[in-house]
């Protein structure tokens, strides 16, 4: 994590303009967010596009970030070992406040799939 913390103080300061205009784009993102979750219960979809990464190394966030930005409940679940022996992961989103639709559908999927498994050390 550390050195995403050094990234995240690189920034310059913004303008007040310039942190409204990035403020409005967070709440368009948020209400397209919402039209879009309004036909599904949950959305599932991965983790990374890898399998789970080592320690130390980069973690991809592309598939993790948006539903962060968004604000809504996420779960995430091993569903199958990768080739590697490592471990891949799905993440199930709810509509927000619904963490209980989230927990359910990742109880299920920890049933069905064997959720956390010990790796072989």
Not at 16 to 35: H, I, K, M, P, V
Not at 52 to 72: I, K, R
């Amino acid at each position: 994590m550390h050195p995403f913390l050094e990234w995240t103080q690189q920034g310059e300061d913004l303008r007040t303009s310039e942190s409204s205009q990035l403020l409005t784009r967070w709440n368009q993102l948020r209400s397209d967010g919402l039209a879009f979750l309004e036909k599904y219960d949950v959305i599932i979809c991965p983790v990374n596009a890898t399998p789970a990464t080592l320690h130390d190394e980069p973690t991809p966030f592309q598939y993790v970030y948006l539903y962060n930005l968004l604000g809504w409940p996420v779960a995430v679940v091993r569903c199958a070992t990768a080739p590697q022996g490592l471990p891949i992961g799905v993440q199930i989103v709810a509509h927000p406040w619904r963490e209980n639709v989230a927990l359910a559908v990742a109880g299920f999927f920890e049933d069905t799939f064997g959720g956390w498994q010990e790796p072989p050390l």
